[in-house]
T-cell receptor, first 114, second 111 residues
Framework: GAVVSQHPSRVICKSGTSVKIECRSL??????MFWYRQFPKQSLMLMAT?????????EQGVEKDKFLINHASLTLSTLTVTSAHPEDSSFYIC??????????FGPGTRLLVL | EDQVTQSPEALRLQEGESSSLNCSYT??????LFWYRQDPGKGPEFLFT???AGEEKEKERLKATLTKKESFLHITAPKPEDSATYLC????????????FGAGTTVTVRA
């Protein structure tokens, strides 16, 4: 099956700093990638849709200036959490969509903001 | 608005005890229904896509079926390694092919 990687897998940072998370599709090209957030014992919540070469589309209630998304190539999308605060602590998961419209997910990034 | 409801919320099985998980959905312009498996602290792992009522797909001890209103994931003779949270999601052509997820069913299989 298709493989999607994320880096880092875990990050701890101080309040006010920015954190960048990378999402890569390793064996296929993805015009579209997605970023999700998951709270403990809850399902995935879509944050934004990332399209290669164009601006990301954010879901209602998600601050685009806080969660910066860049999709510079067909295999890489990045999510930057700017000026992170403790309430931003969560599990962030990306997915990449293949030509058959199937989303393959990365392993996730656990963010802890102190 | 697309709605996906999974039941039960949790399922505890003895090894070898077959059971089924339910996913009820309401969606305009269903393009596909997806099943994923998620282990604790990991991202979801793709299992199946079902596109039309009557379709069935199998993978090892798992079998997914689809009707016009719901999907079932049957687990036959489960093993402890089948313990995970199983997520159902629908994809609509009218919603830019985004996925709408259910809350999941957490399956625990005891040896």
């Amino acid at each position: 099956g298709a493989v999607v990687s994320q880096h880092p897998s875990r990050v701890i940072c101080k309040s006010g700093t920015s954190v960048k998370i990378e999402c890569r599709s390793l064996d296929f090209q993805a015009t579209t990638m997605f970023w999700y957030r998951q709270f403990p014992k809850q399902s995935l919540m879509l944050m934004a849709t990332s399209n290669e070469g164009s601006k990301a589309t954010y879901e209602q209630g998600v601050e685009k200036d806080k969660f910066l998304i860049n999709h510079a190539s067909l295999t890489l999308s990045t999510l930057t959490v700017t000026s992170a605060h403790p309430e931003d602590s969560s599990f962030y998961i990306c997915s990449a969509r293949d030509d058959l419209e199937t989303q393959y997910f990365g392993p996730g990034t656990r963010l802890l903001v102190l | 608005e697309d709605q996906v409801t999974q039941s039960p919320e949790a399922l505890r099985l003895q090894e070898g005890e077959s059971s089924s998980l339910n996913c009820s959905y309401t969606v305009s312009g269903l393009r596909g229904l997806f099943w994923y498996r998620q282990d604790p602290g990991k991202g979801p792992e793709f299992l199946f896509t079902l596109y039309s009522a009557g379709e069935e797909k199998e993978k090892e001890r798992l079998k997914a079926t689809l009707t016009k209103k719901e999907s079932f994931l049957h687990i036959t003779a489960p093993k402890p390694e089948d313990s995970a949270t199983y997520l159902c999601a629908v994809q609509s052509a009218l919603n830019d092919y985004k996925l709408s997820f259910g809350a999941g069913t957490t399956v625990t299989v005891r040896a």
